[in-house]
């Protein structure tokens, strides 16, 4: 982004409409790259000298020096001295105490006996005397990433975004709505979807714009801009506050604002440390439930919610949505309150900070809502998305037979619940004919006969792990119980088989 300094928009008709560059600056553009590469082991004064020679080839000197900005990022500067800068001036000044410095001749002397004292030359106490300051840095190194045509575009990025440092408020219309409520979560900053007749609109404010204007969130709102200008189609207005005078900023894509080819400023995170800290802790259980980040937006009267995360039950067509309700401003509840008054028909939990006390008002609104302080507890959410589970074992096992006959010889429960999608409970009182449950995996009677005959009382276990889980099974403690054995460990060194 460009400094305030840096601005260039036109004020014209009461708009704020930014000045951006075009290709007939492309020289200016390269020229500005080539100033730097060409001052490389040169003083910043040196290249300050140049830059204001070519100030005068463009229309604006601040678009130049908007270049220059840009361009800077990319240079390395040092301080190159034969002796400490600092060490120099404490020796000179010492000894021009020593001498009297009154005349040119004096300053010399001075120098001198500096130069004597510390065992170099009088020129290198000359050239280190004030080799630290900015103008006598040393250009080390310039690795640009820019073309011309890429530093133009990377301006204009800029130049719009220093043009939102002093937005109170922004709508964006996006083909990506849901991409850029995510980055607007991720900056921290309160937002609306709105339905309008052009379609839905994202209304993003900062945390404290429900009581005054602010500009605190106006580089929050630039950053935003990233976001919205990598989608293909979108339209974006701002509320500026413009030294005590609002005025309307007007963006879209229609304008040459494009996102180059680098880094972005924002990771892709999640909007608070609770939300990953849920998530890192959810996925790490085998549930029946996968977690699905940020789903489709639920209708809320005349705008729309998205909540943070989904449930979806891997044996149905259901979904529970999950939203986490941090603490924040008293307006900030009243406004997520009122949305939920009007989500219907869905299933909802509702995860809020205790120190909120809306725990009673959510389930006012019949969505199921969990406390919690610092952390969301996995046990509470479990024992809410277990309240759903009867119900849909019952409808999910309500077409499936009370006798069951996989072809297989060797079945796991688990696996023979997949091929029907139904979950493991609700196969586990079914009648298997054909096989006998060995733990948790079916088992023919003549694969159990096959397994007798070839293990016997003194085998080594390793063995008779190996002949068991030939066939198929992997539990072969469980198959060895069956089949009247126990094993006698003998430290590490392995264990026997024997019969009970």
Partial sequence: ???????????????????????EHRPLAAKAIGTYQGHVDHTAG????????????????????????????????????????????RSAFEAAESVGVVTVADREA?????????????????????????????????????????????????????ALFDATEIRVRSVDPKGLVSAVKRLGLLYEVEKTPAGRELVVTGPTGLFRATRRYGTQFARLLRSVAKTDDWTL????????????????????????????????????????????????????????????????????????????YRFADFRVFFEIMGFWTPEYVETKLSKLDTVEDVELLVAVDESLGAGEAIEARDHRAIQYSGTVRIKDVRDALRRYEADLETDSAADLPDELEPEADVLTLADLAE????????????????????????????????????????????????????TGIDDASTVLAELGYRVVWDGLSGGTVRER
């Fill in 110 to 162: 001075a120098i001198d006996r500096a130069a004597s004292g510390l065992a170099v030359s009088s020129d290198a106490i000359e050239t280190s005397l004030f080799a630290d300051l900015d103008d006598r840095q040393i250009l080390t190194s310039f690795d640009s990433r820019w073309s011309p045509e890429a530093l133009i575009a990377q301006y204009n990025l800029s130049l719009a975004q220093t």
């Fill in 419 to 470: 091929q029907h999608g139904v979950s493991e409970s609700a196969i586990e009182d079914r009648e298997f004919p054909e096989h006998e449950l060995i733990g948790r995996t079916l088992v023919r009677p003549d694969v159990l006969a096959e397994l007798a005959d070839r293990i016997e009382d003194g085998m080594e276990f390793a063995t008779a792990e190996t002949r068991i889980g030939e």
């Fill in 237 to 312: 207005s701002a509320r500026i506050d413009d030294r005590g005078t609002e005025r309307e900023l007007r963006l879209s894509a229609e304008d040459p604002i494009r996102v180059p080819g680098v880094e972005p400023l924002v990771e892709d995170r999640y909007d608070s440390g609770v939300e990953a800290d849920f998530a890192a802790r959810f996925a790490a259980l085998d549930l029946d439930w996968e977690l699905v980040r940020e789903p489709e937006p639920l209708a809320a009267g005349a705008s729309v919610m998205i909540p943070d995360f989904a449930f979806d």
């Fill in 1 to 23: 982004m460009l400094t305030k300094d840096l601005l260039r928009v036109s004020r014209a008709g009461g708009g704020y409409h930014p000045q951006f560059a075009g290709r």
């Fill in 46 to 89: 040196d290249l300050e000298d140049a830059l204001t020679d070519l100030e005068r080839e463009a229309e604006d000197f601040k678009l130049l020096r908007g270049f220059a900005r840009l361009l800077e990022h990319d240079a390395a500067f040092e301080t190159r001295a034969p002796v400490d800068p600092e060490r120099a001036r």
